[in-house]
T-cell receptor, first 115, second 109 residues
C-alpha cells in the first residue's frame, strides 16, 4: 500500500486568493493524480502529474487555474488560483501502485471553503 | 459519452448480504474499481476487476461482465461500520478513471 498525507487538511479562503495544497507519499510513485469532490458528488479527475514533465489536465481544467508541481517521485502540489466560491470542494491526491495487482490510493483530502 | 450508473441509496440489515450494482458505458475500458468512502474521509480501495468473473476478498466480492458493461459489489455479513458510500469507477485507458456518483449504504441493526 501507499500512505499519503496532505496539507492543509482544511482551509477557509477569501475570493480572489490562491491556495497551494501539498501531497506527500511514503514511497516513490510514477504517477500522481489530483481529484476534486464537490459536496454530495463523486470524484472528478483534475490532472495527472508525472515527475519531470508537465501535468496533463482533463477537460474543463486549465493550468492557469490549477497549476501543479511534481518536483520528485514522492511529492506534488496543486494550487487553486484566483478562487471563487465555486471552487469550494474537497481536493484529493491519489497514486497508483502496481505490485502484481493494480491498486489506487487516496490521500485524506483538503477541504476548501471559499467565501 | 461516458456514463456510470449505480443506485443512489440502499438499506440493509446487520448480518445480511447486500449487492450494489454498477453499469457503465465508456469509450474505453481498462479495469473497474470499487471504493468505500465514509463521510468526511477519503475513498478506500476495495477491488479492481479487469477480467470477467468474481474476485473475492474476505467479506467483499466484486464481479465483472465486460460484455454487459456490468459489475456488482457483494458485501456479506454486514456490519454497522459498513455504512458508507460505495463508488464504482472505470479506468478508460491511460490514467483516466471515471467515477460513478456513489451508492450510500445504510446498515441498520
Amino acid at each position: 500500500s501507499a500512505v499519503i498525507s496532505q496539507k492543509p487538511s482544511r482551509d477557509i479562503c477569501q475570493r480572489g486568493t490562491s491556495l497551494t495544497i501539498q501531497c506527500q507519499v511514503d514511497s516513490q510513485v510514477t504517477m500522481m493524480f489530483w481529484y476534486r469532490q464537490q459536496p454530495g458528488q463523486s470524484l472528478t479527475l483534475i490532472a495527472t502529474a508525472n515527475q519531470g514533465s508537465e501535468a496533463t489536465y482533463e477537460s474543463g481544467f486549465v493550468i492557469d487555474k490549477f497549476p501543479i508541481s511534481r518536483p520528485n517521485l514522492t511529492f506534488s502540489t496543486l494550487t487553486v488560483s484566483n478562487m471563487s466560491p465555486e471552487d469550494s470542494s474537497i481536493y484529493l491526491c491519489s497514486v497508483e501502485v502496481r505490485r502484481g495487482a493494480y491498486e489506487q490510493y487516496f490521500g485524506p483530502g483538503t477541504r476548501l471553503t471559499v467565501t | 459519452g461516458q456514463n456510470i450508473d449505480q443506485p443512489t441509496e440502499m438499506t440493509a440489515t446487520e448480518g445480511a448480504i447486500v449487492q450494489i450494482n454498477c453499469t457503465y458505458q465508456t469509450s474505453g475500458f481498462n479495469g473497474l474499481f470499487w471504493y468505500q468512502q465514509h463521510a468526511g474521509e477519503a475513498p478506500t480501495f476495495l477491488s479492481y476487476n479487469v477480467l470477467d468473473g468474481l474476485e473475492e476478498k474476505g467479506r467483499f466480492s466484486s464481479f465483472l461482465s465486460r460484455s454487459k458493461g456490468y459489475s456488482y459489489l457483494l458485501l456479506k455479513e454486514l456490519q454497522m461500520k459498513d455504512s458508507a458510500s460505495y463508488l464504482c469507477a472505470v479506468n478508460t485507458g491511460g490514467f483516466k478513471t471515471i467515477f460513478g456518483a456513489g451508492t450510500r449504504l445504510f446498515v441498520k441493526a
